[in-house]
């Protein structure tokens, strides 16, 4: 079993950054996936990023390349997303998983509870 409980979250004018974090509790950390997910109210939950679990692979989804970056401290079990040049349509909650190293939502077998970015325009 694995908690993870992210934070970061907050209110951030377009063209801001902020930087969410994850903290992992639990089962070994260093042999799991992780990945970030957000979800807009009335949209289904979106993949953002992936990181493999040496951290060597990463992977994005295609509106945030050049503007977000996932990283990962195995020793602190901590995942970090960097989010740089914000949008507005980048406002939603945030959730880091583990378990897997990909798209599918299907494949993590654990989440937190989420974090709240608002980007103003």
């Known amino acids: 079993q694995v908690q993870l409980v992210e934070s970061g979250g907050g209110l951030v004018q377009a063209g801001g950054s902020l930087r969410l974090s994850c903290a992992a509790s639990g089962r070994p950390f260093i042999t799991y996936g992780m990945g970030w997910f957000r979800q807009a109210p009335g949209k289904e939950r979106e993949f953002v990023a992936a990181i493999s679990w040496r951290g060597g692979s990463t992977y994005y989804v295609d509106s945030v390349k050049g503007r977000f970056t996932i990283s990962r401290d195995n020793a602190k079990k901590m995942v970090f997303l960097q989010m740089n040049s914000l949008k507005p349509e980048d406002t939603a909650v945030y959730y880091c998983?583990?378990?897997?190293?990909?798209?599918?939502?299907?494949?993590?077998?654990?989440w937190g509870q989420g974090t709240q970015v608002t980007v103003s325009s």
């Open positions: 998983a583990a378990g897997s190293f990909g798209v599918d939502p299907t494949k993590y077998a654990y």
